[in-house]
């Protein structure tokens, strides 16, 4: 099981990190608000929804950036959370958030393994994001965070997830990094993609936004409990630099779009319940 960025850019981008970090620092504006002793985000007062994107062991280097620019994008105050960040998990850390994010795993990293290293994390619980979600809140996971959507991971799916590229009939059948089409809404799309998940799912007011070919859906908005789950095979905030690096078409400003779509549909209002049989 794998997701974005492979071996030969890694230590690439280890090291663009580090210089940016010592550029800019890590201070509320690189999207790192200091935080309460209880892991409590601190609000910045300009308006914004608050997402908490996780940087961690569970996720590759760069995707939680990428995730950030996406969700900036698109009007969001981030901040992430994770073992290392000003940020961290704990009983009130998700209060007030308008969003958590799950981003891309590590190239070659099990399903499994992602989820044990979030377990080693002292704060880190399941039951937390479960109870946020559960009570209102807004969950989005992109590839690794699509699979974790399911079991093993939070368990928030009316299904599950499973790898695409071992189903009968995929179009991609390896973990290269590469492009995938889709039909987004009706519409074909191209997407980056590197061996992430479908969604297996079935139950009231789930929404399939995008498919595979062969009709196995790639993007699912679903309820969960009086919250919503966002989850994508596919990368939508993929940079124009990961399409470079791979020598792929760029598909990186119609991800764009297409990841507006998929925080609208997910951020909006909840379908109204079903009126009774009269």
Do not use: K
């Not at 850390?93 to 190239?107: C, F, I, K, S």
């Not at 619980?125 to 209102?136: E, F, K, T």
Request: charged share 20%; proline share 10%; net charge negative.
């Amino acid at each position: 099981m794998a997701d974005v960025r492979g071996g030969r850019i890694r230590a690439v981008l280890a090291a663009a990190l580090v210089l940016v970090a010592s550029g800019c620092g890590a201070g509320p504006a690189d999207g790192d608000g200091p935080a309460g002793g209880d892991g409590t985000p601190q609000g910045r007062d300009d308006g914004r929804p608050t997402a908490l994107v996780y940087r961690g062991p569970a996720a590759c280097e760069g995707c939680p950036e990428a995730a950030r620019t996406m969700l900036e994008h698109d009007g969001f105050a981030v901040r992430f959370i994770g073992p290392q960040e000003q940020v961290r998990f704990g009983p009130a850390a998700l209060a007030g958030v308008a969003l958590y994010v799950q981003p891309g795993g590590t190239n070659g990293q099990e399903v499994g393994t992602a989820w044990g290293l979030l377990g080693r994390d002292p704060g880190f619980s399941p039951d937390l994001v479960r109870a946020y979600v559960r009570g209102g809140g807004h969950y989005l996971g992109l590839c690794m965070g699509g699979y974790l959507a399911g079991d093993p991971g939070y368990d928030l799916l009316p299904g599950d997830s499973g790898q695409y590229i071992r189903t009968p009939g995929a179009a991609v059948t390896d973990e290269r990094d590469r492009l995938v089409d889709v039909t987004w809404r009706g519409r074909p799309q191209r997407m980056y993609f590197q061996d992430g998940p479908y969604f297996d799912v079935d139950g009231p007011d789930t929404e399939v936004l995008a498919r595979y070919p062969g009709d196995r859906p790639a993007v699912v908005v679903a309820p969960y409990g009086a919250g919503r789950v966002a989850v994508s095979g596919p990368h939508p905030e993929a940079p124009a630099d990961w399409y470079r690096d791979y020598e792929l078409p760029d598909e990186s400003p119609s991800g764009r779009t297409l990841g507006s779509d998929l925080l609208h549909t997910l951020m909006g209002p909840a379908p109204a319940p079903a009126s009774p049989a009269g």
